[in-house]
Nanobody, 118 residues
């Protein structure tokens, strides 16, 4: 089970930190990802981190977002800085035992947390 938290409303230029608590899935053995979906748009991969800690980002968030994970707490994070209105979306956490990076074919998904930037 994956449970996201940390979403909210923020002004442009602000920051948010998303968390994804995993139960029954060891993040140390999984590739973990953050995806987002805005109304009327397809779900897109934002950032992913493999079991070794190597991160991948979509171009639009490079230098602004940082993905990380805590293997002891079994939690995934997404630090989002310099937020823009175009970052507004529902953000989802995902996990898989295969290294899927930003592909959307993850097996395990959370319910999402809303991020609104005005």
């Amino acid at each position: 089970q994956l449970v996201e938290s940390g979403g909210g409303s923020v002004q442009a230029g602000g920051s948010l930190r998303l968390s994804c608590a995993a139960s029954g899935l060891p993040v140390s053995r999984c590739c973990m990802g953050w995806f987002r979906q805005a109304p009327g748009k397809e779900r897109e991969g934002v950032a992913a981190i493999d079991k070794f800690g190597s991160a991948t980002y979509t171009y639009s968030v490079m230098g602004r977002f940082t993905i990380s994970k805590d293997n002891v707490e079994n939690t995934l994070y997404l630090q989002m800085n310099s937020l823009k209105p175009e970052d507004t979306a529902m953000y989802y956490c995902a996990a898989d035992f295969y290294n899927l990076q930003l592909a959307r074919s993850y097996n395990y998904w959370g319910q999402g947390t809303q991020v609104t930037v005005s």
